[in-house]
C-alpha cells in the first residue's frame, strides 16, 4: 500500500517558518519524482514544488521561488519542504505527492494526506 504521510504544518505569523515532511511508503522511492502541492480555500489545487530524487533537479512556483526549498532524504524515503518568510497568501492545505516517474515532469500518480498551513497576518 502506498503510503504519503505528509506532517509539520501548523499556525505561524507573517514572516515566520515551517518545515514540511513526508513520510514515503509502498513504492520505490528513488524511482519517482516526489513534491508538494496546495489547497487554498476556495481555489484550485496547484503545484508548489519538485523534487527528482535522480537527479535532484527541483523545481517551484514562482510565487515561492527564493522562499521554499524542497530536499529529499533517499536513505529516509522522506521528503522536506522549508518554508521561510510565509505570507497569509502561503494559507493552504499542503499535500505530499509522488509522481508518475523519475522527472517532475511526470503527472502526480500517488497523493498523501495533507498537512494544513495557516499563516496569520
Known amino acids: 500500500e502506498v503510503q504519503l504521510q505528509a506532517s509539520g504544518g501548523g499556525l505561524v505569523q507573517a514572516g515566520g517558518s515551517l518545515r514540511l515532511s513526508c513520510a514515503a511508503s509502498g513504492f520505490t522511492f528513488d524511482d519517482h519524482a516526489v513534491g508538494w502541492w496546495r489547497q487554498a480555500p476556495g481555489k484550485e489545487r496547484e503545484g508548489v514544488s519538485c523534487?527528482?530524487?535522480?537527479?535532484?533537479?527541483?523545481t517551484y512556483q514562482d510565487s515561492v521561488k527564493g522562499r521554499f526549498t524542497i530536499s529529499s532524504d533517499n536513505a529516509l524515503n522522506t521528503v522536506y519542504l522549508q518554508m521561510n518568510n510565509l505570507t497569509p497568501e502561503d494559507t493552504a492545505v499542503y499535500y505530499c505527492?509522488?509522481?508518475?516517474?523519475?522527472?517532475?515532469?511526470?503527472?502526480?500518480?500517488?497523493w498523501g494526506n495533507g498537512t494544513l498551513v495557516t499563516v496569520s497576518s
Open positions: 505527492v509522488a509522481a508518475g516517474g523519475s522527472s517532475c515532469e511526470h503527472g502526480v500518480q500517488y
Open positions: 523534487i527528482s530524487n535522480s537527479d535532484a533537479t527541483t
